[in-house]
């Protein structure tokens, strides 16, 4: 299993960003994915969810309304979609593969390498 | 909401057990994850559901779970087990998934 992730970068408040996490070495589309992110202040987060095919999200409250989680699993994609960023959302991201099929048991028996958004002006 | 709660810090010698807890109301009626993270790198599961080991991961882990506790144990720990271990559990009664601070295991 490969989970490698890119997207990650310096942006002003209230800017927007797409993360990427290509994912190899399984069948993607069998399996939820999540995002969960990490800063000092906050430790491990959990932040969004995508069930395998795609049909069913949810999301932390501290994102809520403004990310979105999507798929593409005829390319075997992941992608976060943030918007209207704040300061507090700086963090390493990772892309999260779930442990079990379909829609998922929330283990997370894989991540990738982890891609730093840092919000500031 | 629900917490976890794990002490900041354990410090063991080699070839002595390590253990680890992480402190939920009633953790032992959720299935307990564990997770280890060396420094720069993405965490990486050790253990599932209280006591699976996921493969690769040496039998040195083990895990168990009661009333309001959750414990990771290593057995005859070695230096390359140094890392913060997280505990983790989805709380189906706020529909949420919870980390624990995590502790940092140091091998003396």
């Known amino acids: 299993v490969q989970l490698v992730q890119s997207g990650g970068d310096l942006v002003q408040p209230g800017g927007a960003l797409r993360l990427s996490c290509s994912a190899s070495?399984?069948?993607?589309?069998?399996?939820?994915m999540h995002w969960v992110r990490q800063s000092p202040e906050k430790g491990l987060e959990y932040v969004a969810y995508?069930?395998?095919?795609?049909?069913?999200?949810f999301y932390g409250d501290s994102v809520q309304g403004r990310f979105t989680i999507s798929r593409d699993n005829s390319n075997n994609i992941l992608y976060f979609q943030l918007s209207n960023l704040r300061t507090d959302d700086s963090a390493v991201y990772y892309c999260?593969?779930?442990?079990?099929?379909?829609?998922?048991?929330?283990?997370?028996?894989?991540w990738g390498q982890g891609t730093l958004v840092t919000v500031s002006s | 909401s629900y917490v976890l709660t794990q002490p900041p810090s354990v410090s063991v010698a080699p070839r002595e057990t390590a253990r680890m807890s992480c402190g939920g109301d009633?953790?032992?009626?959720?299935?307990v994850h564990w997770y280890l993270q060396k420094p720069g790198e993405a965490p990486v599961m050790v253990l599932s559901?209280?006591?699976d080991r996921p493969s690769g991961v040496p039998e040195r882990f083990s895990g168990s779970s009661s009333g309001n506790t959750a414990t990771l144990t290593i057995s005859g720990v070695e230096a390359g087990d140094e890392a913060v271990y997280y505990c983790?559990?989805?709380?189906?009664?706020?529909?949420?998934?919870?980390f624990g601070g995590g502790t940092k295991l140091t091998v003396l």
């Open positions: 999260v593969k779930d442990g079990m099929e379909a829609y998922g048991d929330y283990t997370f028996d894989h």
């Open positions: 995508i069930s395998s095919d795609g049909g069913s999200t």
């Open positions: 009633d953790i032992a009626d959720k299935g």
């Open positions: 983790q559990v989805w709380d189906i009664s706020s529909d949420r998934v919870v």
């Open positions: 559901y209280d006591r």
């Open positions: 070495g399984f069948t993607f589309s069998r399996y939820a």
